[in-house]
C-alpha cells in the first residue's frame, strides 16, 4: 500500500515539475433539474447558494412533492418582485414594479421524506462510494451552477458534476477530518491542497482518464501561492498528510483503528 501510494504521489510531483501540464478545462455539469429554483433571478439563487443548499422552496411546495418541513426549522428569505396594475392612456392594463417583497423559503435538507429523483444514479457507480456510506456521508447530485463544483459539510458531499476526480477530493476533506481530529474553518490552503493532490492521486490508482490535470494544477497553484509557495513546494509540505488520507481511504480497516496506527 504505502509503495503504490508514494509512487504515485511522486509521478503526480514528476508531471508538476516539468511543467507539462495539460491545459485546464471545464468539468462537464449535470444538467439543470425540473426544480423552481431553477426559474428563480441570479441574485436569489446566489442568496440559496450562501445558505447552504441546492433546492429551496415554500412550505406548501414542499409539501406537494411530499417533503414535510420538519419542525422548528428556520426558513430563509428571497425576493420576489411585486407588481401593480395601471390603466394607460388607451384603456389598457399594464403591469408596473412597485418593489420587491421577501418571500420565506426553506432548505431541502430541513426536510423530511422520500429522496426526490435529482439524486443521480451516475453517483451509486463512483469508486469509493461505499467508503462514503460507511462513513455515513449523504453524496448527492446538485444541479450545475456557478458557485462550486463540488462541496463537504461534515456529513454531506454534493456535487455538481458527474466527475470522479471532484467527488475524490470532497472525500478527501472528510478523511483529513478524521486524520486531523478537525478541520480549520474555511479553505485552509494546507487542506485544499492535500485534497486536491489526494484526489489526483486516487483519479490514477483507479486508472480513470484525466484529460483535466491542469485543472488540479491551477486549483493547488492558487492555494500555494496563499503561503508563498510554488504549486510543488507546497504538494511537498502537506506529502505526509496525503499519504495518511490516501492510507485512510484505500485500507479496509475502521477510521479509528486507523487513526491509532497512524498515532
Known sequence: MNSK????????????????????????AFPPFDIPSEEWSFLNRIIMWMSGTFDARGYRQ??????????GVAAFHIFAPRFVKEKKDNGEEDLSLIGFLQVPVFRYEDTEGEPLAYKKTQINSFHLIEKAKEWGLDVHAVS?????????????????TPEEVVFFHELSHHAHKLVLGALVPS???KQEIVAELSAEALSKIFGLTRETTGNSYKYIESYAAQAGLTPVAGCLQVLSDTEKVLKLILEETSPETQLVDSG
Open 62 to 71: 414542499w409539501m406537494k412533492v411530499g417533503r414535510p418541513v420538519k419542525k
Open 5 to 28: 501510494i508514494n509512487e504515485t504521489l511522486s509521478g503526480i510531483l514528476e508531471i508538476f515539475k516539468s511543467g507539462q501540464i495539460p491545459a485546464a478545462v471545464s468539468y462537464a
Open 187 to 189: 479553505q485552509d490552503w
Open 144 to 160: 450545475g451552477n456557478d458557485r462550486y463544483w463540488g462541496s463537504y459539510t461534515g456529513d454531506a458531499i454534493k456535487l455538481a
